[in-house]
C-alpha cells in the first residue's frame, strides 16, 4: 500500500518486535506502534491499533513468537476478540507449526506472506466484476491495513484503476473506519466520497450504487457472515434496489466449524464508543461491533481461490 507515496505494509516483524502503523491514530498521524512481548501484542489487538480480520491473525502470528509458554501465549491472544475467524485460524497455525518443530520467526513470516498473496488474488479475481465507471459502496475498511496489504473488498477496486471506480465510503460509526478507507484510496488516487452510515439507502434508491463489495470477520459453513456492523442493513437495501452485493476474504475467514451465523459470537464493545461524541450524556448505549448477513442477500464471495456463486 501506499503511505504518502511510499510503499508500506500495515505491520511487520523487524529486529525482534511487531511493529504497526498505529490504525487510532490515523489518518491524522501516521505512527508506528512497536509491540516487543505477547501482552502489547494482544493490547495492540484488543484496543484495535491493529483493526481487520486478516491483519489481526498476522498480529496474533507474530505474538505467538514472543517469549513464553506455547499454550498460555495461544489463549491470551485468542481472548482480545471474539467474532474475526482469521485470529484463532493464526494461532492454530502457529501452534501447530511450533509442535512440530518448526522456527516461529519463519512460520509467522510465511502465515503473514500467505495471507497478503492470498489478497492479491482476491484481487486479481475481482477485479473482473468491475466494469468503467462503475460506482462502488463498501462499508468499514477491508483494504491494506486491514489485511497487512491489498486489502480484501478493496483489492480489486485498487487493481481495477484503470476502469476509474467511484467508491462510496460508509464512514462506519462508532469507530469511523470509513475514514481508513476514504484515506486508502486517497493515497491510490482514486476518486471516493464519504457518506453517513444512514445515507447508504438514500443513494442505492436514486441507482447511484452499481454494486457492493465488502469484507468479512467470520463466515459460516452456510455463507452467513459476520462483518462490521451495519453491513446487514446494506446488504438487505442492496438485495430490494436489486444491486450486487459481493464479499470478499481469504480462506482463513472461513469457518467451516460453525454451521451458521447464528453461531457467531458477536463482540460487544464498550459503550463509551457510542456515547464519547455526544454533548449530552445519556445513561445507556449498546455497542455491537457487528453483525451477521444471511447468505440469501449475498451474490457471490470473491476469493483467493475464484469467485462462490451464492445467489446469481
Ligand atoms: O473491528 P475492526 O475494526 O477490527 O473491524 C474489522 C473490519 O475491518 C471489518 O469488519 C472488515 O470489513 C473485514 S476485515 C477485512
Redesign the pocket.
Known sequence: MLVNGREMRSLWFEDGVLKLIDQRKLPAEVEIFVADDVEKVAYAIRE?VV????A?GCAAAYGMVMDGDVAKKAMLLKST?PT?HDLFHAVDYMVEKIGQGKDAVKAAHEYVESIIDRCRRIGENGRKLIKKGMRILT????GAL??VDY???LAPIRMAKEMQPFVWVDETRP?L?GLLTAWELEQEGIEHAVIADNAAGHFMRKGEVDMVI????RIAANYDFA??IGTYEKAVLAKENGIPFYVA?PISTFDKSIRSGEEIKIEERDMEEVLGIYPWRPKKARNP??DVTPAKYITGIITEEGIIEVNE
Open positions: 484495535m483493526r481487520g480480520a486478516p489481526i476478540r474475526a462499508h468499514c475498511n477491508a486491514a489485511t486489502g480484501t473488498a469507530r473506519q465488502v469484507g468479512a470477520d462483518n462490521k476474504a461491533a457487528f
